[in-house]
T-cell receptor, first 112, second 115 residues
Framework: ETGVTQSPTHLIKTRGQQVTLRCSSQ?????VSWYQQALGQGPQFIFQ???????GRGNFPPRFSGLQFPNYSSELNVNALELDDSALYLC???????????FGNGTRLTVT | AQSVTQLGSHVSVSEGALVLLRCNYS??????LFWYVQYPNQGLQLLLK??????LVKGINGFEAEFKKSETSFHLTKPSAHMSDAAEYFC?????????????FGKGTKLTVNP
């Protein structure tokens, strides 16, 4: 059973640029959630995708957007990067709602 | 909205000593509660989950947590700490607001185990 994989593991971008982070969900999982974990903080919910549709969003601006593909993999896109976007971005997959989340190891984004 | 508070951002214990990590929740309905562990440069691993089936929940690696509604607490314990338990621990509550299930995490407690 393949777990949740995220790419890239590390990324450095300049303020104002755009970034795409990728996530392959665990085999058999149809739900993907994205979380942002700033340094020294707990993860914060960005949004969730269920069967290719956005199924809930946290308190993040529209420049944070996402996609889920037919194979249930997912992308997180962030436009107009700001310094405060520097964080660990975690992807988690699950089988439907109300089932345990399986997290990937995250992508560490640094915005300079 | 649901929330959790973890008391103590850092906890230090000796190897073999009791581990107690504190978590209090705020929830308007019976909650689902979780403890996750995060090792350096890794994602989150589920330790245990409370879903109202039993107030004492046993998890992996010898950890357990007790749900106390009267105290709105869900503290994590382990009788005897091991060096490999050194990590950051997050308490979380499930929030179904808005139709999606999201986890609301505390700020975490970093556990140090001294030899």
């Amino acid at each position: 059973e393949t777990g949740v994989t995220q790419s890239p593991t590390h990324l450095i971008k300049t303020r104002g640029q755009q970034v795409t982070l990728r996530c392959s969900s665990q085999s058999g999982h149809n739900t993907v959630s994205w979380y942002q974990q700033a340094l020294g903080q707990g993860p914060q919910f960005i949004f969730q995708y269920y069967r290719e549709e956005e199924n809930g969003r946290g308190n993040f601006p529209p420049r944070f957007s996402g996609l889920q593909f037919p194979n249930y993999s997912s992308e997180l896109n962030v436009n107009a990067l700001e310094l405060d976007d520097s964080a660990l971005y975690l992807c988690a997959s699950s089988w439907g709602l109300n089932s345990p989340l399986h997290f990937g190891n995250g992508t560490r984004l640094t915005v300079t | 909205a649901q929330s959790v508070t973890q008391l103590g951002s850092h906890v230090s214990v000796s190897e073999g000593a009791l581990v107690l990590l504190r978590c209090n929740y705020s929830s308007s309905v019976p909650p689902y509660l979780f403890w996750y562990v995060q090792y350096p440069n890794q994602g989150l691993q589920l330790l245990l989950k409370y879903t109202s089936a039993a107030t004492l929940v046993k998890g992996i690696n010898g950890f357990e947590a007790e749900f106390k509604k009267s105290e709105t607490s869900f503290h994590l314990t382990k009788p005897s700490a091991h060096m490999s338990d050194a990590a950051e621990y997050f308490c979380a509550v499930s929030d179904l607001e808005g139709g999606s299930e999201k986890l609301v995490f505390g700020k975490g407690t970093k556990l140090t185990v001294n030899p």
